[in-house]
Nanobody, 122 residues
Framework: QVQLVESGGGLVQAGGSLRLSCAAS????????MGWFRQAPGKEREFVAH????????DYLDSVKGRFTISSDNTKNTVYLQMNSLKPEDTALYYC???????????????WGQGTHVTVSS
């Protein structure tokens, strides 16, 4: 099993920044990719970004490209999501997730955290 704990969410004004952290524990050696997802009220959960633990492979939702950066620290078993130039439409519950296979869809993510709230005011 792998446990994921997110932190770093909060309330920020539009144009501001936040850094989310996801601390992984347990059988982290079995995981290949770490991802960030978000779910706004009344909407489906959507992919935001993912990275391999080495950082050699990353991908982003088009609407966050150039504003968000995902990174990983293998020594701390932690993945980060640096979010800059935040917009009100970024408001959501942000989840960290992990796969044991190369991810091709949200269903490939086997382990999930409880989420951290991000609210961006206009």
């Amino acid at each position: 099993q792998v446990q994921l704990v997110e932190s770093g969410g909060g309330l920020v004004q539009a144009g501001g920044s936040l850094r989310l952290s996801c601390a992984a524990s347990g059988r982290t050696y079995s995981t290949l990719f770490m991802g960030w997802f978000r779910q706004a009220p009344g909407k489906e959960r959507e992919f935001v970004a993912h990275t391999s633990w080495s950082g050699s492979t990353t991908d982003y939702l088009d609407s966050v490209k150039g504003r968000f950066t995902i990174s990983s620290d293998n020594t701390k078993n932690t993945v980060y999501l640096q979010m800059n130039s935040l917009k009100p439409e970024d408001t959501a519950l942000y989840y960290c997730a992990a796969t044991v296979t190369i991810p091709r869809s949200i269903s490939d993510y086997k382990y999930w955290g409880q989420g951290t709230h991000v609210t961006v005011s206009s």
